[in-house]
């Protein structure tokens, strides 16, 4: 089978020509580092994306706390995330990298503050 | 409050704490930086989504923890920001500059500095700036004001969306609205190529499925109070099909991703000259505007579409405000830069014989297989294949040595013959 994509590692954006069979990438055109290979594999196989999105945060000169997932997680999970994340509250003093969710939605992965925020 | 600086720089996001950490690092103590939002970061702030730092920091991050890394560098380093300040003129004067500033705690105040680092950021295009004809109801608003509004207000902006324009920020609005619920119906784009990057492209509308209609625009706004549908219009070079050639799409939101004017009110009423390409300050290869003193960088100098580079270009401009501070002055002879085939523009204006400049440049329009040539008027300095250029990629080189004899400097992209 042959898939074109466009890898999303970094700004330049290649236009890779994916060849695959059921369970192994064969051959990979049009990358023009290591990274785009890596990321054929895991795009065809198991699509994943960081995801951003906010939390509210009580007792801050700021309202909503931007957060993220540590690492990269199943592409379709992205949505229940951050449904998770919009029920959560948290009180500052909050520092970046403070884990928010542990494990978020059993992925593994932790969602953590992207900003600190100190005490109003 | 002390009112005497070596130098003042006005605008805390990236380009502006990259010029402090720079002249710190260049021997220069005696700095302020003003900024007229409550906390230092500027746009970085409300950019949530990660993509920032791949190559200054060789990781990927947020755009607030971008920003705090600098900030946290800025504090560490003792450097003074005084926040809720807005800088309302520049004055030149003999041997300093006068910079009237209006803070909300200490008033007016007239600060004097020898040097003045002009990073102020952009702002977007609006709907007046591309005059969308139609009713004027509510729910019309910039994608970075949608932005602003959600990742730092906790506002959505609204739940049926049309975005116009392919910009990188209305792109990632798309990804953001779609994650919160909202529908993105499509994206609308006068031009036959994306305004965004590619990898925005992929992550944040194919994703979704979010239609996107290139060569398209908007022809009409219809609603009473609130803006209840658009009409798209296919464009054939440039004109919009007959009425019958249209569509519609009901909306609640129209949300503009068209475009960035770098802000130079303030470096206007300095005397500072702009260029119409970049509509930033025309500077030499030191950065620094033809007001003599007054330095820029970061998006008021040229549109930037990485954070990353703003920072670098930032951490030039500070290394030669300091330069210029401790009296290395004397220039050798200069000679200009020119855009040759499918360039759009090239800063700086001009750069020094025998000295380094490092050159910006985007194309006109996306091109494949073609070569980059930088050359002077006797010989080459530069040649390379670039298998895809596109207009959202900013090129950036350095020329280690402007050959002594050079009577200019020309960037072309040179079509490939086969």
Partial sequence: MKKELICINCPMGCSLEVTYDAEKIIEVKGNDCARGKDYAAKEIFHPERIVTTTVCVKGAPIVVLPVKTEKSVPKGLAFKIVQAASKITVNAPVKAGDVIIRNVLGTGVNLIASRTVERD | MKLNFDALIIGAGPAGLGAALSLKENGIDDILIVDREDSPGGILLQCIHNGFGLHRFKEELTGPEYAERDINLVRERNIDILLNTCALDIISEENHKTVVLLSEDKGLLRAKAKVVILAMGCRERNRGNIAIPGARPAGILTAGFAQKMMNMLGHPPGNEIVILGSGDIGLIMARRLSWEGARVKAVIEAQAYPGGLNRNIVQCLHDFDIPLY??????????????????????????????????????????????????????????????????GAVVDANL???????????????????????????????????????????????????????????????????????????????????????????????????RKIFPSIMHRINLKQIPENAAYLEVSFVSEEK
């Fill in chain 2, 214 to 279: 290139l060569s398209h625009t908007i022809s009409n706004i219809l609603g009473a109070k609130r803006i209840e549908s658009v009409e798209v219009a296919p464009l054939d070079h440039g004109v919009p099909a007959k009425p019958e050639g249209r569509f519609s799409l009901a909306c609640d939101t129209l949300l503009l991703s068209v475009g960035l004017i770098p802000e130079n009110e303030l470096s206007l009423k300095a005397g500072v000259i702009l260029d119409p390409a970049t509509r």
């Fill in chain 2, 288 to 386: 620094m505007t033809s007001v003599e003193g007054i330095f820029a960088c970061g998006n008021v100098l040229q549109v930037h579409d990485l954070a990353d580079n703003v920072s670098e270009e930032a951490a030039c401009c500070g290394k030669s405000a300091a330069r210029y501070l401790v009296g290395e002055r004397v220039k050798k002879r200069e000679i200009p830069l020119k855009t040759g085939n499918l360039v759009r523009y090239v800063l700086p204006a001009c750069a020094e014989v025998g000295k380094e400049v490092i050159v910006s440049f985007r194309p006109i329009s996306p091109a494949q297989n073609v070569t980059l040539v930088i050359k002077t008027d006797t010989e080459e300095l530069l040649r390379k294949k670039e």
